[in-house]
């Protein structure tokens, strides 16, 4: 008989998986409920701070009292008062107020005043940290490209040798379409604009009132909130809450960012089975519980299934981005507290986990020359056609007794496992031909020759990223944190 296999004891509800396995220790603070609480409180004070210096009877020495009492978070105690009050904003409010022994906050404030600009100033914060990432990845990219970019390989289309690349310029691919994401985020990161307050149908009557219908000053505390939080603008005319397609434009920022990584990590799985090249394995490491010699590219495979978490994050992005009733309600509240940490979460994972894989990446190059001689005579065979036609063979007809024997030994070396590509030595012999085994040989040449601006393409890609980072050398100096 079974044994019970059902938990009775006391449970505690589980974590964010994202955020305990993979995120960096900066990212999980930055989403986390006292780092939020800690902000909202931050922008209540700027905010008093603000209305105070355009006139509005705020002591200076109740602003001192809430900043005191800024750090004194106790969730637990939060929480109780939301089981009375059943709202989140009030229970906050109360507690603060409480804490700091008055009542000068929130004054023409709606909750979403509250929660749109402190979430907004979490996401602009989150995507600063994803670019310190995204750089220190293009650095470890670029270096690789640099060392790899005198190794010739077969390159592949459709997973098929199809001509002779350089492993530097594969890197260099990856970390292009990599650069063009920074570019994104940097372009969204300047163009991010911060809602403000706005109060309930985003008129700014309330603020106004206080102001006694000075457009000016409630103008000028817009402008210093935002100054104050980071941001270069605001928005100008928005209801209850920012349009959501703000937060579909940040998470497919993020899609496209982690898009050269995760095209890495898939070729990466691909050339490790092939025995090309590893992601490291480290003394200790386990790569199959049941076969001892297997060395799999696991990291590589959990950027893949993380890049499936961040097109989770998309989708539901998505739906939400185009729901709002009339000035606004808070039908998203939930997917919101869902993807919007869970994508940001994903991407440091994808960057994290990548930079690991690259650190300790490391190339076969015998077993890669080896693959490459398999399939050079396939991968010059625009060589043979040259020297037909030059030798008085149509185009047309050289292609066609070309391709007879090419598709013969294919044939020849999948179906009885021949070991050696004859293709030179079957053109020679084929008195259709007027070409020798020594003239196909000294028209192949050394295989680095046949890579055509691969090697250029590579430097130019590694100087525009030494470019780049010399404008940021914190970020490029950033270490991976460890992560499971």
């Known amino acids: 008989?079974?044994?019970?296999?059902?938990?009775?004891?006391?449970?505690?509800?589980?974590?964010?998986?994202?955020?305990?396995?993979?995120?960096?220790?900066?990212?999980?603070?930055?989403?986390?409920?006292?780092?939020?609480?800690?902000?909202?409180?931050?922008?209540?004070?700027?905010?008093?701070?603000?209305?105070?210096?355009?006139?509005?009877?705020?002591?200076?020495?109740?602003?001192?009292?809430?900043?005191?009492?800024?750090?004194?978070?106790?969730?637990?105690?939060?929480?109780?008062?939301?089981?009375?009050?059943?709202?989140?904003?009030?229970?906050?409010?109360?507690?603060?107020?409480?804490?700091?022994?008055?009542?000068?906050?929130?004054?023409?404030?709606?909750?979403?005043?509250?929660?749109?600009?402190?979430?907004?100033?979490?996401?602009?914060?989150?995507?600063?940290?994803?670019?310190?990432?995204?750089?220190?990845?293009?650095?470890?990219?670029?270096?690789?490209?640099?060392?790899?970019?005198?190794l010739p390989m077969a390159g592949r289309t459709h997973n098929v040798a199809a001509q002779t690349i350089t492993l530097g310029k594969r890197f260099a691919n990856f970390g292009e379409e990599l650069l063009d994401g920074y570019d994104r985020l940097v372009a969204l990161r300047a163009a991010y604009a911060l809602r403000g307050i706005k109060g309930p149908v985003g008129t700014q009557q309330d603020m106004l009132d206080l102001f006694e219908g000075d457009e000016s000053k409630l103008a000028e505390l817009e402008h210093n909130i935002a100054e104050a939080l980071g941001f270069q603008d605001t928005l100008g005319s928005v209801g209850q809450v920012y349009p959501r397609s703000m937060d579909f434009d940040v998470v497919t920022a993020l899609k496209q960012a982690t898009a050269g990584p995760v095209n890495f990590a898939t070729t990466l799985r691909l050339m490790a089975g092939q025995e090309l090249a590893t992601e490291g394995f480290k003394p200790g490491q386990v790569g199959s519980n049941a076969m001892p010699h297997k060395m799999n590219a696991a990291r590589a495979e959990r950027i893949t299934s993380l890049s499936v978490v961040l097109s989770g994050a998309v989708t539901m992005a998505s739906e939400i981005s185009s729901r709002q009733w009339n000035e606004g309600d808070v039908s998203c509240s939930a997917a919101r507290r869902v993807f919007i940490p869970d994508a940001f979460y994903a991407s440091d994972g994808i960057f994290q986990t990548t930079m690991e894989v690259l650190d300790n990446f490391g190339a076969y190059p015998e077993v890669i020359n080896a693959e490459l001689q398999r399939y050079l005579p396939f991968l010059t065979t625009t060589k043979a056609l040259m020297a037909a036609v030059k030798g008085g063979v149509g185009r047309e007809e050289a292609h066609a007794i070309i391709k007879e024997h090419a598709v013969a030994v294919a044939l020849s070396m999948r179906e009885t496992g021949q070991a050696e590509n004859d293709l030179f030595e079957r053109l020679a012999n084929d008195e259709r031909l007027p070409i020798t085994k020594e003239d196909l040989e000294e028209a192949v040449g050394e295989p680095i020759e046949l890579t055509g601006a691969a090697r250029s393409q590579t430097s130019d890609f590694v100087h525009k990223v030494s470019t780049v980072l010399r404008e940021h050398p914190d970020a490029a100096a950033y270490t991976p944190a460890t992560v499971l």
């Open 1 to 150: 008989m079974m044994s019970d296999l059902e938990y009775k004891g006391e449970a505690q509800p589980p974590v964010n998986v994202l955020a305990s396995r993979y995120a960096s220790p900066e990212m999980v603070a930055n989403f986390s409920d006292e780092a939020k609480v800690f902000m909202e409180r931050g922008l209540w004070i700027e905010i008093m701070r603000q209305q105070a210096a355009l006139g509005l009877d705020i002591p200076e020495e109740a602003i001192q009292d809430y900043e005191e009492a800024q750090g004194v978070i106790d969730l637990e105690s939060i929480r109780e008062r939301e089981k009375k009050s059943r709202h989140d904003v009030n229970s906050r409010i109360e507690e603060f107020n409480d804490l700091a022994g008055h009542q000068y906050i929130q004054w023409g404030m709606t909750s979403r005043d509250l929660t749109e600009n402190a979430e907004q100033y979490q996401i602009l914060r989150a995507m600063d940290i994803i670019n310190v990432r995204v750089l220190a990845t293009l650095g470890r990219m670029a270096a690789r490209a640099a060392e790899y970019n005198e």
